[in-house]
């Protein structure tokens, strides 16, 4: 169980467009999902979290214009870079967490990274 | 604000030997801490999950302690395998559920056959 997907693995566009990214959680319910970024070498840094129902929450220093968050439904977040540019080249990796009534020991699974690069 | 330090960043042994990776944190305030795996371009696998109130977790070879009030866990890797090549991440949450993950840089481990 706890499955996470994303789409697409991989994605190559020109400077300028936009590319959306979904992470969908298959068999659970996830209020609240997580958007995590990673550079060659180096680890994940988190982006924003998003919660369904409700706006994003952007860390600092993270661009709210440039990387749109929608969370519609409780099994689906998407991450939109808009007029993405070489430097926004990466590994996007989503995250979610088990949606649940009593106590959450927070765990959260990953789905499997989608790589963009931006010509 | 929380940083989480992995040492070694990288690490090779030969087949069979027992190893372990070391993490830190410096603000002993989490609310749980995470072991994971990730091969190369590939996303993350959870191994091991140790709420604040444990001390240590095991599944199968691997088994992870956490002594929050020092600020370190650790994972151990018992009998190595070629197939354990990849990178361990260790990552704490913040001291309250539903929150984000803070992650260390990784060990990157190499196991010989």
């Known amino acids: 169980g706890a499955v996470v997907s994303q789409h697409p693995s991989r994605v190559i566009c020109k400077s300028g467009t936009s590319v959306k990214i979904e992470c969908r959680s298959l068999d659970f319910q996830a209020t609240t999902m997580f958007w995590y970024r990673q550079f060659p070498k180096k680890s994940l840094m988190l982006m924003a979290t998003s919660n369904e129902g409700s706006k994003a929450t952007y860390e600092q220093g993270v661009e709210k214009d440039k990387f749109l968050i929608n969370h519609a439904s409780l099994t689906l977040s998407t991450l939109t870079v808009t007029s993405a540019h070489p430097e926004d080249s990466s590994f996007y990796i989503c995250?979610?967490?088990?949606?649940?009534?009593?106590?959450?020991?927070?765990?959260?699974?990953f789905g499997p990274g989608t790589r963009l690069t931006v010509l | 604000k929380q940083e989480v330090t992995q040492i070694p960043a990288a690490l090779s042994v030969p087949e069979g030997e027992n190893l372990v990776l070391n993490c830190s944190f410096t603000d002993s305030a989490i609310y749980n801490l995470q072991w994971f795996r990730q091969d190369p371009g590939k996303g993350l696998t959870s191994l091991l999950l140790?709420?604040?109130?444990?001390r240590e977790q095991t599944s199968g070879r691997l088994n992870a302690s956490l002594d929050k009030s020092s600020g370190r866990s650790t994972l151990y890797i018992a009998a190595s395998q070629p197939g354990d090549s990849a990178t361990y991440l260790c990552a704490v949450s913040r001291n309250q559920a539903g929150t984000a993950l803070i992650f260390g840089k990784g060990t990157t481990l190499s196991v010989s056959s």
């Open positions: 140790i709420q604040s109130s444990q």
């Open positions: 995250s979610a967490r088990v949606a649940s009534g009593g106590v959450s020991y927070n765990e959260q699974f």
